[in-house]
């Protein structure tokens, strides 16, 4: 049995891919990272970590998964599509 890299989707995406994305999504709809965080009542600078995509800095499991899900939702994406599966 060969392991699951971590750092990739099932789908072939890259967390760098993710944090680009969403990055992307914002900027889009003219969105500061405090309208993100009003929103998602999730903290600036932990924004700005899912935007870097520096997930060695943010907590393991269910945590940064909320968190990801929660920016997605608030910039139009799914929420299922920025979450490894």
């Given at each position: 049995m060969v392991a699951r890299d971590p750092t990739i989707w099932t789908d072939g995406r890259t967390p760098s891919q993710i944090g680009e994305a969403l990055w992307r999504a914002r900027s889009r709809m003219d969105l500061s990272l405090e309208d993100i965080a009003r929103v998602t009542k999730i903290g600036v600078p932990t924004l700005r970590t899912i935007e870097e995509s520096d997930f060695e800095r943010m907590p393991p499991g269910h945590v940064t998964?909320?968190?990801v899900s929660a920016y997605a939702s608030a910039?139009?994406?799914?929420?299922?599509w920025a979450v490894r599966t």
């Open positions: 998964a909320a968190a910039v139009g994406l799914p929420r299922k």
